[in-house]
């Protein structure tokens, strides 16, 4: 099976710019989760999705939202872009919620 | 409040010695358990779990994990550390809080080896 991919691998975008990020999970798999990876901060958990609906939320602002599709991708969205928001953003799918993820290589936002 | 603690943010080992990775958890429920790998710009690698089943669980590379429930700990082992384990290592738990599944993750443990 071919496991998580997320694109673009990297980005550069400006301050107050908006940025998409895809997610296309493992075959099969109807869950999928984003998390913000930072030096600071560590692993955050931003949403998780299941069958086209958010089943869970972290603690982001509004600037931050995601979509599912029928065919279970995902892609999270950041509008209005600030510097402290540059970092490696991960997906991770999984059959169900209560079943371990497999992530995805990242991107790398930076934002200047 | 569950949460996971990883009690060593740095540990060095020479190549061919023994790999000991310290997590303790704290659970109201019987959890289930990760240990995760990321290499240097990668995402993260599932290395192995423990879901109430044999609780000494073996995983890839050679690595395994003993869960204690005595001691609320799952620490992360390796007879012979190999140059390719260097990494940052994350240990995770998964709870439900309010009905719904949450992954918490550990600051991660970054592994050094010495040639």
């Known amino acids: 099976k071919a496991g998580v991919t997320q694109t673009p691998r990297y980005l550069i975008k400006t301050r107050g710019q908006q940025v998409t990020l895809s997610c296309s999970p493992i075959?099969?798999?109807?869950?999928v989760s984003w998390y913000q990876q930072t030096p600071g901060q560590g692993l955050q958990f931003l949403f998780e999705y299941f069958s086209e609906t958010q089943r869970n939320k972290g603690n982001f602002p509004g600037r931050f939202s995601g979509r599912q599709f029928s065919n279970s991708r995902s892609e999270m969205n950041v509008s209005t872009l600030e510097l402290g928001d540059s970092a490696l953003y991960l997906c991770a799918s999984s059959a169900n919620e209560a079943y371990e993820q497999y992530f995805g290589p990242g991107t790398r936002l930076t934002v200047t | 409040a569950q949460s996971v603690t990883q009690l060593d943010s740095h540990v060095s080992v020479s190549e061919g010695t023994p790999v000991l990775l310290r997590c303790n958890y704290s659970?109201?429920?019987?959890?289930?358990l990760f240990w995760y790998v990321q290499h240097p710009n990668k995402g993260l690698q599932l290395l192995l779990k423990?879901?109430?089943?044999?609780?000494l669980v073996k995983g890839i590379n050679g690595f395994e994990a003993e869960f204690k429930k005595s001691e609320t700990s799952f620490h992360l082992t390796k007879p012979s550390a190999h140059m390719s384990d260097a990494a940052e290592y994350f240990c995770?738990?998964?709870?439900?809080?309010?009905?719904?599944?949450?992954?918490?993750f550990g600051t991660g443990t970054r592994l050094k080896v010495l040639a």
């Open positions: 659970s109201s429920y019987s959890p289930s």
């Open positions: 423990y879901t109430s089943a044999a609780t």
């Open positions: 995770v738990v998964s709870v439900i809080t309010s009905g719904t599944y949450k992954y918490i």
């Open positions: 075959s099969g798999h109807r869950s």
